[in-house]
């Protein structure tokens, strides 16, 4: 319908019609105005000359509006019989048929309760009503006059526009709120699942650690502390081990002292043996002499030969130390520290009553290179020689704790002693060997042990074991090829002499001897023992070496650092 009104279109005789009023149900009431001047209408092409209407008749009646009436609703015979409401135009701000006036617009309530139409539901649809949907299209043009359908409405004409929500907001902080829960139940999980993975490594490192401190202190089952960590033969593999035999001259009092410097480089320990001076070697005759003798008058070379026989060891070489060269090392170094077990006084005073105590008695006594030789080979009146040999371990030890742990530095250290090695030990092989040794001390992991002898020199099988196949041993050594069979000899006839006499028996014979110590219990029979098959036989040439039954040899165990032992009873009677 058309929603454009002009009231200037209502011509005819009696003139146009303008709005005077409203009644009681705010409908307009009109009166005739001065007819303007006739202008084009569009609508004025019914076929009916001269007969002008309102501008749209949308039930095509073709009655005449009666001017000097007001709008009747209810039909009374005025043109608009039809029963319902014509609709009314909503104001327009502009005539689009340039009439020159403005078209007035009667205000439309949304319901009236006198027409039966809308009693019924069938209010009609409204200018007001329709111009509340967004983008509606314009009016569709209608054909007037008698028979004119009623005017239908097509959906095309609307375009319906989602008004926002007022609770749209909302939504969106839930579906917000619903993403952030969900990730950070997500983000949960994520560290939940990083922990459980952090403690089941915990928990492994911490087993292993276990089962390594356990296997460490000889604790797991089938395995004893001296068999894991300290040589045994049923460690995990051999343990290598590089020793170099030292001996300090003390220039002034003309006496000596030997140590052994062992790196065992399998468990990663450093021990320093000290060796007395009563230890019995065996010359190269067979003929028996002390530790003493043998530095003395027999040389570095037939020395270290004679340790090997008699310890197992493989040393590798000597290093010769003079007091002067001793007490410039500790200079080098920057002097040591020890703890003294007693006072030493000075050996450059004249008057030994009267002389001034050079070293005093405590723990953590701060020793120079002259304080530490006069500590390192001091020996009281009526001391045996063990306890000289105690200071002298402390000593090496200071120096060894303060000495660099770099190689390269150790070895200017020693170039700088310009000491004169026996060969084949050199500059850098001392340099490098006492590096090492210098780092494990600094770590706790260097010792000192004395090596137990009895009082005729020769060890002792109880007390002796803990060194020499501990520190000392590990495996027997694979001899070369053409080398003389080495034979551990303990001496368990109760005579302290059968011991020398199997020394010189063995090597007239041929065989190596090595110091098996001595029992302190005697035993009836002798026995000849050999571990591998290999040396059944030489086990059967040495029973008969020493005029032993051959029914004394058996396979059993042999100490490590021979291929066949010899363990002596009561039964032994010496070769004239």
Known sequence: MNDRYDAGHGGGQDGPYEVVGYDEYGR???RQAPAPQQTYDPYAQQGQQGQQGYGYDPYGTGGRQQPAAPYDPYGNGNGYDTGRQDPVPPQSPYDPYDTGRQAPVAPQT??????????????????????????????????????????????????????PDGDSEDV???????????????????????????????????????????WYAGKLPGLSSSD??????????????????????DTDGGSTSTALLVNNTTTKTATTVLLPNSLALSGDDGSVT??????DDDGPDATQDALDSVLGTDIEGTWRLDTPYLQNLVDLVGNIEVDADTDVPDPDAKDAKDAAVLVHKGEGQTLSGKMAVAYATYQASGEPQSAQLERFGQVMHGVLRKLSSDAQAATTTVQTLGMILDPPLTDKDLGSFLASLADLAKGGDHKTALLPVQDDGTLSA??????????????????????????????????????AK?????????????????ASTARATSQVRYADAADKENATEVAKTLGLPTSTVAKGEVSGNARVSVILGQDYEPAS
Do not use: C
């Open 28 to 30: 307009p009431v009109y």
């Open 110 to 163: 949304p319901y009236d309760a006198h027409d039966p139409y809308a009693a019924a539901g069938g209010q009609p649809r409204v200018a007001e009503q329709t111009a509340r949907i967004p983008q509606q299209a314009g009016p569709r043009e209608e054909p007037e006059g008698p028979g004119a359908a009623e005017p239908e409405y097509r959906t095309e004409q609307f375009a319906f526009v989602e008004e």
């Open 172 to 214: 969106i902080d839930w579906m917000q709120f619903t993403e952030n829960r969900t990730e950070r139940r997500e983000e949960a999980r994520r560290r939940a699942r990083a922990r459980a993975v952090a403690l089941v490594v915990v928990l492994a490192l911490v087993a292993a650690g276990g089962v390594g401190y356990l």
């Open 228 to 249: 894991s960590k300290t040589g045994g033969t049923t460690a995990a593999g051999a343990q290598k081990r590089d020793v170099i035999a030292l001996h300090l001259h």
């Open 290 to 295: 002390t530790l003493a003798k043998s530095v």
């Open 462 to 499: 109880e007390d002796s074991s803990g060194v020499v196949k501990d520190v000392l041993g590990g495996t027997a050594k694979s001899p070369d090829e053409g080398a003389a069979v080495s034979v551990s000899v303990q001496n368990a006839s109760g005579d302290k002499d059968n011991t």
């Open 502 to 518: 199997v020394r010189v028996t063995l090597v007239n014979g041929g065989f190596t001897f090595v110091e098996g110590g001595t």
